[in-house]
C-alpha cells in the first residue's frame, strides 16, 4: 500500500492488551472516513494531473527551444535568398568581359548590378549616410583627417573616403570623411570634437 492509499476501513482501537502505551486516536465515523477517502483520492488525482503539466511544460520548453534554434540558424534565409540575383548578375558582368571589348557595356552592366544591390539594401532597411557638405556629426561620421580651408565652415565634411549606412535608423556603420578645419587652427588632435 502506498503512502496515498487509505484502507477500506478505519482502523480499530486497541484493547486493553496491547503493548503500546501510545493513546489511541479518536474513532472517526464511516461518514468521516468516507470523507477522507475521498479527499485522498482527490489529491492522488491533483498529483497526477500535476506531473502530467508538469511533463507538458517541460515538452513545450524544449519545443519552443529547439523552434527558436531553428528560427535563428534560418533566419537570413530570405536576405541570402534576394542576394542570389545580384550574383548571377555579377557573374554574367565577370563574363561579358571575356567576351565584349566594348568597355562601356561593361560599365553599363556593373552600373545595373550596383543599382539592383543598392535597392537591395533600401528594401531591407538600410540606408547610405550624407556626408559630403554636410556637419560633421560623431553619431554617423568618422572624421579620418583634417584639412584647413577658409572658404569652408570649420566641421563641415569636406570627402568621404567610405560610405556609412544605418539600418532602420541605428548606424550600422559610420562614414570615414575628411573634414574641414580652420587655417592655423591647433592640429594636436586629428578629429574634430
Avoid at 138 to 151: G, T, V, W
Wanted: hydrophobic share 35%; proline share 7%.
Amino acid at each position: 500500500m502506498n503512502d496515498t492509499e487509505i484502507p477500506d476501513k478505519p482502523p480499530v482501537e486497541s484493547s486493553p492488551t496491547d503493548p503500546a502505551p501510545e493513546p489511541a486516536p479518536a474513532p472517526v465515523s464511516h461518514q468521516e472516513w468516507e470523507q477522507m477517502k475521498a479527499q485522498v483520492a482527490e489529491l492522488a488525482e491533483l498529483r497526477d494531473k500535476n506531473l502530467r503539466l508538469m511533463a507538458e511544460m517541460e515538452n513545450l520548453r524544449k519545443r519552443l527551444s529547439q523552434e527558436k534554434q531553428e528560427a535563428v540558424k534560418f533566419a537570413n534565409e530570405g536576405i541570402l535568398f534576394d542576394c542570389l540575383p545580384l550574383v548571377d548578375n555579377f557573374e554574367l558582368a565577370l563574363g561579358s568581359l571575356d567576351k565584349s571589348d566594348n568597355i562601356q557595356s561593361v560599365k553599363d552592366g556593373i552600373k545595373m548590378v550596383l543599382g539592383q544591390f543598392q535597392q537591395f539594401l533600401k528594401n531591407n532597411g538600410v540606408e547610405a549616410v550624407e556626408a559630403v557638405g554636410k556637419k560633421f556629426d560623431h553619431n554617423l561620421h568618422e572624421a579620418i583627417s583634417e584639412e584647413d580651408r577658409a572658404e569652408t565652415e570649420e566641421g563641415t565634411v569636406l570627402a568621404q573616403l567610405r560610405r556609412g549606412y544605418t539600418l532602420r535608423g541605428r548606424l550600422l556603420r559610420p562614414a570615414n570623411v575628411i573634414v574641414s578645419r580652420a587655417p592655423g587652427a591647433d592640429s594636436g588632435s586629428n578629429a574634430p570634437s
